[in-house]
């Protein structure tokens, strides 16, 4: 059994820092991939960062400069720091996995909410 468990998130007021954090358990191996996607009320579920096994990243333009990904690798844990946060990304952001054995996990999402 695979599991996604995420905690970082709630509410916090514009201007202002949280870090998620995602820690994958059970029979894994050969991680391919971890990242964070969001999906706000109304709106399509979209890339926020992800990290790779070679360390390359990829970033949503919106979040650039603002978010940051790490993993570690002994933990099978990823993080995403974000700084400045502003309204624009309130949403439930979840975890995501994919394996060298072309298998994707996902979390069960953790609410972030940005607002005064």
């Known amino acids: 059994q695979v599991q996604l468990v995420e905690s970082g998130g709630g509410l916090v007021q514009p201007g202002g820092s949280l870090r998620l954090s995602c820690a994958a358990s059970?029979?894994?191996?050969?991680?391919?991939?971890m990242g964070w996607y969001r999906q706000a009320p109304g709106k399509q579920r979209e890339l926020v960062a992800r990290?790779?096994?070679?360390?390359?990243?990829n970033y949503a333009d919106s979040v650039k400069g603002r978010f940051t990904i790490s993993r570690d690798n002994a933990k099978n844990t990823v993080y995403l720091q974000m700084n400045s946060l502003k309204g624009e990304d309130t949403a439930v952001y979840y975890c995501?996995?994919?394996?060298?054995?072309?298998?994707?996990?996902w979390g069960q999402g953790t609410q972030v909410t940005v607002s005064s």
């Open positions: 995501n996995v994919a394996t060298s054995g072309v298998d994707n996990y």
């Open positions: 059970g029979s894994i191996f050969s991680i391919y991939a």
């Open positions: 990290i790779f096994n070679g360390r390359s990243t």
